[in-house]
């Protein structure tokens, strides 16, 4: 079945800099590839999204890169503020079938 | 308006009782699920419904039963609770099998 692995558990930046989570699949049918955001105290909110005939998607400070060679894909967040700190989720499905989900990253944005 | 509400927001409860946390989404999804959150914040998938029907149902103890009397609730019924029970315990709701998922604000359940 389908693995989700993310990296870091742990990524600390200094705000201003930017962060970069990544992720690796395993099964190269997936092609949907969410990424989530979770606030302390907060249920998981999506934040961004990316299909496998895309292989990059940008929305203001944040974009999504996606190498379906290599079945990565990459979380970027330039100008990193203290509101980006929170855990950051990736997953991917294969069409009509569940989200398989990273472990986490913990994202602490340092003033 | 909120999408996909839960009830109860925190819950203490002594070991060995049972209790049940109710979910609703008014999203008018077709698909709706049970995600347990523990210390260390990995979400893992309990069950999900597509159309009030069971359609996963990870490797879970049978003290745990969802409910689904129509398509925009899900509850969770816990017997027989455990100290390991304990973790925060999110609904959450999709289109369909796969996409977007929406998350309520998550149960907190502490056993004792």
């Known amino acids: 079945g389908e693995n989700v692995e993310q990296h870091p558990s742990t990524l600390s930046v200094q705000e201003g800099d930017s962060a970069v989570i990544k992720c690796t699949y395993s099964?190269?049918?997936?092609?949907?590839f969410p990424w989530y955001k979770q606030e302390l105290g907060k249920g998981p909110q999506l934040i961004i999204d990316?299909?496998?005939n895309v292989g990059e998607k940008k929305d203001q400070r944040i974009a999504v890169t996606l190498n379906k060679t290599a079945k990565h894909f990459s979380l970027h967040i330039t100008e990193t503020q203290p509101e980006d700190s929170a855990v950051y989720f990736c997953a991917a499905s294969i069409q009509a079938y569940q989200l398989i989900w990273g472990a986490g990253t913990k994202l602490i944005i340092k003033p | 308006d909120t999408a996909v509400s839960q009830t109860p927001k925190y819950l203490v409860t002594q070991m060995g009782n049972d209790k049940s946390i109710k979910c609703e989404q008014n999203l008018g999804h077709d698909t709706m699920y049970w995600y347990k959150q523990d210390s260390k914040k990995f979400l893992k998938i309990m069950f999900s419904y597509n159309n009030k029907e069971l359609i996963i149902n990870e490797t879970v103890p049978n003290r745990f039963s969802p409910k689904s009397p129509d398509k925009a609730h899900l509850n969770l019924h816990i017997n027989s609770l455990e100290l390991g029970d304990s973790a925060v315990y999110f609904c959450?709701?999709?289109?369909?099998?796969?996409?977007?998922?929406?998350f309520g604000p998550g149960t907190r359940l502490l056993v004792l």
């Open positions: 099964d190269s049918a997936s092609n949907y």
């Open positions: 990316i299909r496998s």
């Open positions: 959450a709701s999709s289109q369909g099998v796969g996409e977007t998922q929406y």
